[in-house]
Each structure stands twice: as structure tokens, then as C-alpha cells.
């Protein structure tokens, strides 16, 4: 999940001044606020600091952040999905590439893990048709019921895109890939499984995991667990909705789990924190494998003390073999 971002106050000096994208696109800067979390709370693997609209901008689509997404013109045609450009990414957004190389060496010699990640099709589509940021993305949901061939054309680009970007990641030094669906918690089991978990499956059969295991995580997603389950990705991301004990019985050998403490949580006395990381390893315990995560990505309003005390209290548990 999201490791960097305001609640360092490292992070804030060096965003001052310079706008979120540009942030993104300056190698030096990404490093930097990559490689925070891991020297200054101890996490044990680093993140690529990027977002997931990045490689969209080299689709040809005008946005901006204040502070998320707005795209200057929303997609609601046929011939504007036409229109986007499914480039190779190497080329679109040359300087990913450079961050992740410069990540990897930089991490070579204390052997921490580099993760890579994109942003699902659905999630960006939901986005690039409502045009901004949504409490129900009411658009997206009408543009299935009005306009469904626009929305699947949409989606087939965003998927050659996002494999195409996943894969590039991974050849430039990624370690895992993670895809967020952070939006298709809000569909019915059934549209589920006609809009999002063909996608799934197909970006799962795609991309290279003999060399960078693939970890879903769809936000809200406790009713389509079961279609997450068999998407094929290696790691399952959960967010605090999910009874995770829950999820490893279901899960069984298929898939690893990802998870799945509430970011909130970090606002506790250390102590509390503890306990609260305890349970869900005690609960995950019988998962094939459990990797000890928050549910999202850290909030601003988070003490560092949070942070550093669920850090600790991970490191502390009995390492499992997998």
C-alpha cells in the first residue's frame, strides 16, 4: 500500500513547491520519497512513488491534480476512445522506468524488495469518464447501463495499457507488481463479474509473474472476494472490510493475502497497535502466505509514532516460511 506521503514531514519539504506530477516525473524527487518510508519508519520493501494516472498521460488525456484527478475532458464518446494511444511506456513515460533503476540499485546491497504498481481499468475508467473524483461515479455506472459499447472500448485500451505498463515496470527492476481497483467495490457482485474480473484474469495471464508476482487489491471488495480469489493473481490485497480468517479459508493454496489493518488504527497508543497487528496475524495464520499490511494506504492526519509502532510490531512477529 501507499507508504510515502504527508504524514513525513520529510515528504512535505521536499514536495514544497513542486506540483504532484512534476513530483512524479523527477527521478531525483521520486527516489527520494520513495526511500523515505524504508529509512526513516523501517518498512521492509519499498514502493515505487508514482500514481497510478501516470501512464495515462502518454494515452493523450489532458488532466491535472487539485488535489485528484480532473481530466479536462471527460471520455463519454466512442470516437474519443478511439482517439487514445496505447504507447509503449518506455517511450510515454521514459522516467518510471529511470525510478525504478534507480531504486534497484540503490537497494541492491541491503537486499530490500522494490514494488512497482498500476492502476486497474475500471478505476481509471471511472475517472476518465466521470472526470473527477466521485462519492458513486454516477457517469461511469450510467455509461454501462446507456453506453455499454463505449465503456468496453474504453476498458480494452486501458487493458493493453496497463499490461503493457505492469510489464515495463517489471523489465526496468519491479520486484512485485500491485494493481489497485480502488473503485470496483462499488459494483454489484454480478456487474462484478461482467465488467472487472475478465479484466483481472486477463492482465493476470499477461503479465510476466514468473518474474514479479502480481498482488490485487480491490478497495470495499468484501462481496466479490470469491472473484478476486480466482482473478489468478498471486497476492490478494484486503482492505479492514474483510474477515481475513475468512478470506485464507476461502483462499486456501490459491493465493497469498495482503493486509489488512485500518489505516486509522495508526492513531492508537503504540500498545493498542500491537494487539491490533497480533490478531490479524493470528487470523491470517492459516492463509498460504500473509504479507502484514494496512487495508489502504497510510492517511495524512497519521502519526509517525503510528506508523513506526505498526512497523515495529510487524517486524516483531515469528517470521513464516512460504
Not at 7 to 26: D, I, N, S
Not at 233 to 254: E, F, N, T
Request: hydrophobic content about 50%.
Amino acid at each position: 500500500m501507499r507508504q510515502a506521503g504527508r504524514y513525513l514531514p520529510e515528504y512535505r519539504k521536499a514536495r514544497e513547491g513542486v506540483p504532484f506530477l512534476e513530483m512524479c516525473r523527477r527521478v531525483e524527487k521520486a527516489v527520494e520519497v520513495s526511500l523515505q518510508p524504508l529509512r526513516l519508519v523501517g518498512v521492509e520493501a519499498v514502493i515505487l512513488f508514482s500514481d497510478i494516472f501516470v501512464p495515462v498521460t502518454g494515452m493523450g488525456v489532458d488532466l491535472d491534480f487539485a488535489p485528484g484527478p480532473v481530466i479536462a475532458t471527460p471520455i463519454r464518446s466512442l470516437e474519443q476512445v478511439t482517439a487514445l494511444r496505447v504507447p509503449d511506456p518506455r517511450e510515454s513515460v521514459p522516467y518510471v522506468m529511470e525510478i525504478l533503476g534507480a531504486l534497484r540499485r540503490e537497494l541492491a546491497s541491503e537486499r530490500v524488495p522494490l514494488l512497482g504498481f498500476a492502476g486497474a481499468p475500471f478505476t481509471l475508467a471511472a475517472y476518465l469518464v466521470e472526470g473527477r473524483g466521485s462519492k458513486d461515479f454516477a457517469t461511469l455506472k450510467r455509461m454501462m447501463y446507456r453506453a455499454p459499447d463505449v465503456l468496453r472500448a474504453l476498458l480494452a485500451r486501458l487493458t493493453e495499457m496497463t499490461i503493457g505498463y505492469l510489464n515495463a515496470q517489471i523489465d526496468a527492476g519491479a520486484q512485485v507488481v500491485q494493481l489497485f481497483d480502488t473503485w470496483a467495490g462499488l459494483l454489484s457482485p454480478a456487474d462484478y463479474r461482467t465488467w472487472v474480473s475478465p479484466i483481472h484474469r486477463e492482465i493476470a495471464r499477461r503479465v510476466t509473474r514468473s518474474k514479479a508476482p502480481l498482488v490485487l487489491y480491490v478497495n470495499d471488495g468484501a462481496h466479490v472476494l470469491d472473484e478476486m480469489i480466482a482473478s489468478g493473481a498471486d497476492v490478494l490485497s484486503l482492505d479492514w472490510r474483510v474477515d481475513i480468517a475468512d478470506a485464507a479459508r476461502r483462499a486456501g493454496s490459491r493465493a497469498s493475502l495482503q493486509g489488512n489493518l485500518d489505516p486509522c488504527a495508526l492513531a492508537a497508543p503504540p500498545a493498542r497497535i500491537r494487539e491490533l497487528v497480533a490478531e490479524i496475524a493470528a487470523a491470517a495464520a492459516p492463509a498460504r502466505g500473509h504479507v502484514l499490511n494496512l487495508g489502504h494506504g497510510v492517511l495524512p492526519e497519521t502519526p509517525v509514532e503510528g506508523v513506526r509502532a505498526f512497523v515495529d510490531a510487524a517486524k516483531a512477529l515469528p517470521v513464516r516460511s512460504v
